[in-house]
């Protein structure tokens, strides 16, 4: 004997809501079962439990409810039944409960105050409405007082009361003057939550007579003023400052209690000078995340949608530079009840079990309590088969007495809910819902299924038969579904024939009959081929089908699938399709679809068209247009047009295109209406209403279109209704607060007739609105006001013409107007990746508060400091957008070794939200630029003396700098390499114990913690004997770089030379250098055609001494700039006139060199001639150069390179093209032709060079002069 299996107490009521999960009935949504299946009342619509009404306005106290049969309606006020017959004020809509009490024809709101309920009740039970407390609403006026004026010293604090009457409900407060204008608010001065004035300290500006506090009631649209106060301002000097002392709330401490899903508003205003700053704190916690808001000057702290969390203690902190006040404000959150698990509807059938939880919470934890039919559950009729458990009732083998409604009430002293759940016990015997005798079709081998929709209750068993007297199926060719459908997976021929679906259960049975018929399929027993076939033949495709002889078949063939052709070259044929006079327009893949009603197949095939052999001797052109147009059987909406083709010129005419003229609303332009095969000259054209039509034809051949022929008579059509709507319909707000509709209008022949106008609707979607709608003239847009920001719209727009409507439009789903983001992004981290590179990752924000479409987020970021310089610098901020729903992005291009900050901001349609807290962070080290330079000077005998300049980017703390150097024989092959750290703080060096004239290559850089950064080079000689080394080099390469440009300049110390170049390339790359020739023997060069904001490295050479070069320099171009001067360079007027200077300048050269030959040559001459310079010119500025010489202000080189000393003397250690070289020893003067005066004139005593003789730039003018 099997044992019996204890459930514990505590799992009964678990295994009992499964019981019920299990058994409790599907009512099938079949409207007629609907109608005859009895149900209990169910409240539908009610007024909410609060409900103030306008006392000048009748009260309407809502109460809907449906049930099987129709339910009955009741009231009670204030708990006792409510008589409504016996009140000629009241009356009850029909088939609702719903209650009028007339107060416009004579009746007093305050007659009704009381708390309402409404009961609906039928034979199957009674459901019960809330508690309905009905006020009116009060605006009452505010009290006669006496307002002093307000004496008040400047910089005291001030708080200005407004104490508004008490309302229902209370009244909305702010301040204003008496010309209705608001009055400015600050951190200085602002309103309180209690409507009160607050002046942190009052200032002269202050002084007015007309502070005005108004009281608006919302309920009655009516608002009061209080009478106005003065307040008056007297200085006192000086103004004495004073540290913060809260002015509300007041004391250490205070408590505040707020419910669960509320907003949370705290407030602190203080009173100082300087006006203090408010922050807030929780003590021991965080502020929640996207739900705290600061609000009034950060006086205020939200918090929405709070919960038990948020409970804790909030300290507000006002401070200025004296000191700071704080209050601590102990939060409590309590909570109304809410659901946890609502009672649900329950039906049953008779001897079932089944359950109803009634499930809630709160704080303080709600009592539970019942009640059966609006009776508490303990005084109510008893049932056998009901037990209450608590939160639960359960109900054991129930019977169809044991329907009724049961209310659960959850209630604490913050609030309550009330449930209604019915228990709905059905004795109905089976139905079958599908229809007797349905037929079934399907094909051979293709599943059929066989439906038996059934209700009944108990629920019935179905059972499945074959033929009248057949036996029951079984077995696993046949599966049975929960809904009574049979399934046959696989059906055959043999299946066909009647199907019985039995439903039985205790109280009753019933049977129904459906016809299976089994289909042979469709196949295409002769499918298309390929084929070829020559320009202008003839070609078939073959489709022979077979099919069942019961079905009928439809043939459609398809060019490249699309449509064939409209062309009388396709004739479809029973089993075949043929071109005729094929084209090369004809050449693709052909389809035959073959379709029934139950089934579908196809084939295709390709059709390659190739050249006709060619006739030699004929002329080909294009057709003569059409002639003898005939308009005939003119119609409303049609027209037949016919023509006389013109000669086709040896190219068979392919087609007519069809075009026509409006001369009613476009006269003058031609449209396309239709083509038609050249074999076609007759055509039925459909019209469109109110159009004044013209037709003209165009014939086509392979050669191209004829002239249009001459056009038809006109034809003008009547007017009709709109046959369209406006397309493209848009709804997308331009303001927070609107709604703009556009669309795109009808084209003048679209109206169908006179007075084109459009008819605009809308209304929120997912809202249970009626449509708005309004008729506009004939324009495209249309902008609804008032409309909640960022909600979507249902939209259709319908044209409408004197004669009526278009059909009824589509829908589209627009969006009012977006707003700015109310909430920044939060849980901003950084997490630094390199010294150059960070990621940043952040929360995104809710989509409700980015109130718009989301495009992204953006990071600002900016360098506060280097942390090698702890100097600040201009900020400058960049800027990344992050597209969609993103949380995190990479921030490229930073600056090692440096502070940074950033913060992020969500975007929207409309703009940017608020930006989050902003985030410091910092990056590491890196590897610091090469020194900025690197200058030798000083050479003796066997030392040398560099100096440096630091990098222009440490990109870290420097430790040191790495000089290495090695020497370089005659043959230019390097010795070996001594290496020399330096300490980072030095910034020159002597090196000693040199060998004596010889040169050496210096490498340079510098280095911090990460490492070495890139180096600079540099060569030296060391003198012998005091005397010029023989070895030549090219230094101090200097750089003056643009935009696009950089001035290069160098010094030459050796042997005459003329044939310098220049090579440059981009700095880091390892790409070949870039070289440019110097023409002459000039110690400066301009590169043109740079990058602007890049890095260039540049090195000078002379040709002819073995690849000597100078050491590299590098450079960086100016960022790219728009400039708004003009470059004089290009004016025609600058042009004209430098073109004029030129021709004098030429003119002179020559008479100077006339002159000169007179005078023949003197040794210096000679001198002179042999190291002239080519371009010893002056150069314009304009062109980004400058001449070989200039004035004496310039203290420029005399010659290839040489310079002159800060003390207008010239030392041969500074030059090996001295003076010495023409004076023989001794030093001399240049004349104004810049001949040397020492050889012819005797003069031999020692004397300073005058540097603005030595360095002025010869010009033919001072030529000239020394020679009249």
């Known amino acids: 004997m099997m044992k019996k299996q204890h459930i514990p107490a505590s799992k009964a009521s678990l295994v009992l809501f499964l019981c019920q999960m299990i058994s409790a009935l599907d009512v099938p949504l079949d409207s007629k079962l609907l109608e005859e299946l009895s149900q209990p009342p169910t409240i539908t619509q009610q007024s909410p439990k609060d409900y103030i009404v306008d006392p000048r306005e009748n009260i309407v106290i809502q109460c809907e409810a449906k049930g099987k049969p129709p339910p009955s309606f009741s009231w009670t006020r204030n708990g006792t039944h409510f008589d409504i017959d016996k009140d000629a004020q009241v009356t009850m809509k029909p088939n609702s409960g719903t209650l009028v009490i007339n107060i416009m024809n004579g009746g007093k709101a305050e007659a009704y105050e009381g708390v309402y309920q409404c009961t609906a009740r039928n034979e199957r039970g009674a459901a019960i409405s809330n508690n309905i407390v009905i006020r009116p609403s009060r605006s009452p006026l505010w009290t006669k007082e006496k307002l002093e004026p307000n004496h008040v010293r400047e910089g005291d604090s001030l708080v200005l009361h407004c104490r508004p009457p008490v309302g229902l409900p209370p009244p909305i407060i702010f301040w204003m003057d008496n010309a209705f204008q608001r009055l400015p608010q600050s951190e200085r001065v602002s309103q309180g939550l209690n409507g009160d004035l607050y002046f942190s300290n009052v200032q002269p500006e202050d002084t007015r007579e007309d502070y005005i506090c108004y009281a608006r009631f919302n309920h009655t649209q009516t608002i009061q003023q209080k009478q106005p106060i003065s307040v008056k301002v007297f200085s006192t000097k000086p103004v004495t400052e004073r540290q913060p002392v809260l002015l509300t709330p007041t004391g250490s401490t205070s408590t505040k209690v707020e419910l669960r899903g509320n907003v949370l508003l705290l407030e602190c205003i203080a009173a100082g000078l300087p006006t203090p700053a408010i922050r807030w704190i929780k003590e021991g916690g965080e502020l929640p995340a996207n739900r705290t808001f600061l609000e009034n000057f950060k006086k205020t702290l939200k918090i929405i949608d709070v919960s038990e969390a948020d409970s804790g203690n909030y300290k507000c902190i006002a401070r200025n530079a004296l000191g700071s006040a704080h209050h601590v404000i102990s939060v409590t959150v309590k909570a109304a009840p809410y659901w946890i698990t609502a009672p649900r509807n329950l039906v049953l059938s008779p001897g079932e079990d089944g359950t109803l939880i009634c499930r809630a919470n709160g704080n303080p934890k709600p009592t539970i309590s019942w009640l059966a039919n609006g009776v508490p559950i303990a005084i109510a009729p008893e049932d056998p088969s009901r037990k209450v458990d608590g939160d639960t009732i359960i109900f054991s083998h129930v019977q169809e007495r044991s329907s009724a409604v049961y209310q659960c009430n959850a209630s604490n002293e913050y ?152 062309d009388e070259r396709f004739l479809v044929g029973k089993d075949n399709l043929t071109i005729m006079n094929v084209t090369d327009k004809d050449d693709g893949t052909y389809t035959c679809i073959v379709n029934t009603t139950l089934d579908s197949v196809s084939a295709s095939a390709v059709l390659t068209v190739v050249a006709a052999h060619p006739t030699p001797a004929i002329i080909y052109a294009r057709p003569n247009p059409p002639f003898d147009l005939e308009l005939t059987g003119q119609l409303e909406r049609s027209v037949e047009l016919s023509w006389i083709p013109g000669d086709e010129n040896n190219s068979p005419i392919t087609n007519f295109v069809i075009e026509y003229e409006d001369g009613l609303h476009e006269p003058g332009v031609w449209h396309y209406q239709m083509e038609v095969p050249g074999t076609q000259t007759t055509v039925q054209l459909k019209l469109s209403p109110y159009v004044n039509y013209s037709f003209r034809v165009i014939a086509v051949n392979e050669i191209g279109r004829s002239q249009p022929s001459e056009p038809s008579e006109q034809y003008l059509t009547k007017s009709a209704n709109p046959d369209e709507n406006p397309s493209n319909v848009q709804g997308i707000g331009s303001e927070p607060d609107n709604l703009v509709i556009t669309w795109e209008s009808l084209k003048g022949f679209q109206s169908n007739g006179p007075g084109l106008q459009y008819k605009v609707s809308w209304r929120q979607k997912d809202v249970d609105d009626e449509w708005t709608s309004v008729i506009v003239a004939n324009v495209s847009k249309y902008i609804v006001s008032g409309t909640p920001t960022f909600v979507p719209y249902e939209i259709k727009v319908q044209a409408l013409n004197d004669l009526g409507y278009a059909p009824e439009p589509s829908e589209v789903i627009g969006h009012s107007g977006e707003d700015l983001p109310m909430v920044a992004p939060g849980n901003v981290q950084v997490h630094v990746i390199n010294s150059t590179l960070a990621k940043v990752n952040w929360d995104t924000v809710p989509l409700k508060s980015v109130r718009g479409h989301l ?313 002179e001639d042999a190291h002239a310079d080519p371009e010893i010119q002056p150069m314009k500025e304009d062109d980004g150069t400058f001449g070989e010489y200039s004035d004496a202000e310039d203290h420029k080189p005399l010659k290839k390179g040489s310079r002159t000393p800060s003390d207008r003397t010239v030392k041969k250690e500074d030059s090996d093209d001295s003076l010495v070289d023409y004076g023989e020893g001794v030093n001399g003067q240049f004349n104004e032709d810049g001949s040397f005066i020492g050889q012819y004139s005797g003069k031999k005593e020692k004397e300073p060079a005058e540097g603005n003789e030595s360095s002025e730039a010869p010009s033919p003018v001072n030529a000239m002069n020394s020679f009249v």
């Open 855 to 1167: 495009q992204g987020y953006k990071v600002y970021y900016w360098k506060v400091q280097s942390l090698s310089r702890r100097s600040r610098r201009h900020v400058e901020k960049k800027i990344l957008t992050f597209r969609g729903n993103k949380t995190f992005g990479m921030l490229p291009g930073l600056e090692p070794y440096s502070s940074y900050k950033l913060n992020v901001r969500v975007v929207n349609g409309k703009g940017e939200g608020p930006a989050s807290p902003d985030k410091v962070f910092k990056t590491p080290e890196g590897v610091p630029s090469s020194p900025s330079f690197l200058k030798i000077t000083n050479p003796t005998l066997d030392s040398l003396t560099l100096e440096w300049g630091s990098p222009t980017h440490p990109n870290g703390v420097l430790t040191s700098y790495i000089l290495k150097f090695q020497p370089i024989n005659n043959t230019h092959e390097l010795g070996p390499l001594v290496e020399i750290r330096i300490p980072a703080n030095e910034s020159s060096l002597i090196l000693k114990n040199l060998n004596y004239s010889t040169r050496y290559k210096f490498y340079f850089n510098a280095q911090t913690s990460v490492g070495s950064g890139n180096q600079i080079t540099e060569e030296a000689v060391t003198i012998m004997d005091e005397v010029q080394p023989l070895y030549p080099r090219i230094r101090n390469v200097t750089t003056a770089a643009a935009e696009t440009y950089a001035n290069i300049s160098w010094e030459y110390e050796g042997p005459d030379h003329a044939n310098f170049y220049v090579e440059y390339g981009v700095a880091g790359s390892k790409e070949d250098w870039k070289k440019e020739i110097v023409n002459g023997s000039r110690s400066f060069f301009v590169l043109k055609g740079l990058t602007p904001g890049t890095a260039y490295k540049v090195r000078v050479g002379a040709e002819g001494l073995s690849g000597f070069r100078s050491s590299e320099d590098v450079f960086e171009t100016g960022p790219a700039m728009a400039s708004r001067q003009v470059d004089i360079a290009t004016q025609g007027w600058f042009i004209g006139l430098m073109c004029a200077v030129a021709l004098l300048i030429l003119i002179l050269l020559i008479v100077c060199f006339i002159r000169r030959n007179k005078g023949g040559k003197y040794p210096v001459k000679e001198k």
């Open 415 to 566: 609030g309550y809910l009330l449930a209604n759940a019915f228990v709905n016990v059905l004795a109905e015997p089976p139905r079958i819902l599908t229809p007797a005798n349905k037929l079934y079709q399907v094909i051979a081998d293709s599943p059929a299924l066989l439906d038996c929709a059934y209700f009944g209750s108990p629920k019935p068993e179905i059972e499945w038969f074959k033929g009248v007297k057949g036996s029951i199926l079984r077995g696993n060719e046949y599966v049975f579904h929960d809904n009574g459908t049979l399934e046959i997976p696989v059906a055959q021929k043999d299946s066909t024939g009647t199907y019985t679906c039995v439903a039985r259960n205790e109280l009753g049975k019933i049977q129904n009959e459906v016809q299976l018929e089994v289909k042979d399929p469709t196949m295409i027993i002769k499918q298309p081929e390929y084929k070829v076939i020559q320009r202008y033949g003839q070609v078939s495709f073959e489709c022979i089908i077979k099919h069942d002889s019961t079905l009928v078949p439809t043939v459609i063939w398809l060019k490249d699938n699309d449509e064939l052709p409209d």
